[in-house]
């Protein structure tokens, strides 16, 4: 079964940091766009930053533009998601997504593979 894993999730203080990472089950990432979503309690789902097979990112919102950072290790099949300077605001559970051909869509694309997130909980 073709699945999207992340990990990396927990407890964090307010002000700290955390990186999430996402990998692949039954293919690889090779000529496909990762993006990071996330869906705080209550709220809908939102993406957050897209990264393409060149390395090339897009950002869903701009908000969190200077404190997250997307990233990936090809040879490695891996994405990750580093976020610096947390918030309360920022507890969410996080998941990752692909499209095959290695552009990044538009946030409300048709991704073709989900993770099942990861919870992060900002809390003191």
């Known amino acids: 079964q073709k699945q999207l894993v992340e990990s990396g999730g927990g407890l964090v203080q307010p002000g700290g940091s955390m990186k999430l990472s996402c990998k692949p089950s039954?293919?690889?990432?090779?000529?496909?766009?990762v993006a990071w979503f996330r869906q705080a309690p209550g709220k809908e789902r939102v993406g957050i930053q897209c990264i393409e097979w060149a390395h090339n990112a897009r950002y869903y919102t701009e908000a969190e533009r200077e404190r997250f950072t997307i990233s990936r290790d090809n040879p490695i099949n891996t994405v990750y998601l580093l976020m610096h300077r947390l918030k309360p605001e920022d507890t969410a559970v996080y998941y990752c997504?692909?499209?095959?051909?290695?552009?990044?869509?538009?946030?409300?694309?048709?991704?073709?593979?989900w993770g099942q997130g990861t919870q992060v909980t900002v809390s003191s």
């Open positions: 997504a692909a499209m095959a051909g290695g552009v990044c869509p538009t946030e409300n694309g048709q991704w073709e593979y």
């Open positions: 039954g293919f690889t990432l090779e000529n496909v766009a």
